[in-house]
């Protein structure tokens, strides 16, 4: 397997879901900010034009960060992180798919079609009027998050994919202008233990 990686949230979840794991995966970069993932040869491993990508061992190629996760959690199931057993495995993906809809997307394409706008105007269709609606959607979805979390995980006693993923954008959100809200009490100590781990160093 091959990692094709590059600065951002997206390949910084699939990085700390591999060190969280304790997989050695090698890794190639890819210069974002040269739009080297929107020429080839990068764009015949994903037509997409984003990164990550993973390399398989027969030459295919995965890009999604959950699609990448879940072949990581089916070649290396130990230790789990998306599930042991079809219920936590369902749980998980519940809390990802949560997460992102309700925070990373908007998130990201808020700061996509704002403080990166020169970044992305010629990569993908971006709407500059949308980028407050965008940003105000993600914070309605922490603040949701903050009234219906139990802790000390997303899915409980278990830490999981769903809290690789949400810190990855956070904290990302924390450096374009789109800091997690201190006022937030159990998302901001939620968050300051994901910190703590070292998978979260690892793939800073």
């Given at each position: ?167 990855s954008f956070i904290d990302f ?32």
């Amino acid at each position: 397997m091959k990692l094709y990686q590059s600065i951002g949230p997206n390949p910084r979840a699939v990085k700390m879901f591999i060190a969280e794991k304790g997989i050695d995966v090698p890794r190639q970069d890819i210069d974002l900010m040269g739009a080297e993932n929107r020429r080839a040869p990068y764009t015949s491993k994903n037509p997409a034009g984003q990164s990550p990508c993973l390399e398989l061992d027969d030459g295919s190629h995965l890009s999604e960060i959950t699609a990448i996760c879940e072949y990581l959690e089916e070649k290396h199931p130990n230790p789990p992180l998306i599930g042991a057993t079809p219920e936590q495995r369902a749980e998980t993906r519940m809390w990802t798919r949560r997460v992102d809809l309700k925070i990373c997307e908007p998130l990201a394409n808020g700061f996509r079609f704002s403080e990166g706008l020169q970044l992305f105007k010629d990569r993908i269709l971006t709407v500059p009027e949308a980028a407050a609606g965008l940003k105000s959607m993600a914070k309605d979805g922490e603040t949701w998050l903050e009234t219906n979390f139990k802790g000390p995980w997303l899915a409980g006693s278990r830490f999981t994919l769903a809290d690789i993923l949400l810190f990855s954008f956070i904290d990302f959100g924390g450096q374009v202008g789109q800091p997690l809200d201190p006022g937030f009490e159990k998302l901001t100590a939620w968050f300051e233990r994901v910190k703590a781990r070292p998978s979260a160093a690892a793939s800073a």
